[in-house]
């Protein structure tokens, strides 16, 4: 097994933990600072080992799509009250994962471009 091999699936079984850990923490501690940094963290892990050179433009227009997306569901919780505060939970705590995750793309793509300047 090569060392890339295994970076890649710590990456993806760390991409799986971040959304059940998004989910859960949504439902039962939706306000959490603490498990929010984590998620971001964890999401900064999946943006440095699993995004290559090559996915970079169509995971940062997918990540800011599913930011965009979940910021807009959570305006929906507002109207639709039988959702409870757990949906907004896990928007927030999703949010806060891809959030990290998009981070080292987006700051690789600005320097390519800053560099080829």
């Known amino acids: 097994m090569t060392k890339a091999t295994t970076l890649e699936q710590i990456g993806s079984w760390v991409f799986i933990a971040g959304i059940i850990i998004s989910i859960l923490i949504g439902i039962m501690a939706p306000t959490s600072n603490l498990w929010m940094a984590i998620l971001i963290a964890l999401g900064l892990i999946v943006g440095i080992v699993n995004v290559t050179d090559k996915e970079v433009d169509g995971f940062i227009l997918a990540s800011v799509g599913l930011i965009v997306g979940a910021a807009a569901l959570i305006n929906l919780t507002a109207l639709l009250s039988f959702l409870g505060g757990w949906f907004e939970g896990i928007l927030n705590m999703f949010i806060s994962f891809v959030s ?14 800053a560099r080829n300047k």
């Open 100 to 113: 990290g995750a998009i981070f080292f793309p987006a700051l690789r793509r600005i320097y390519d471009i």
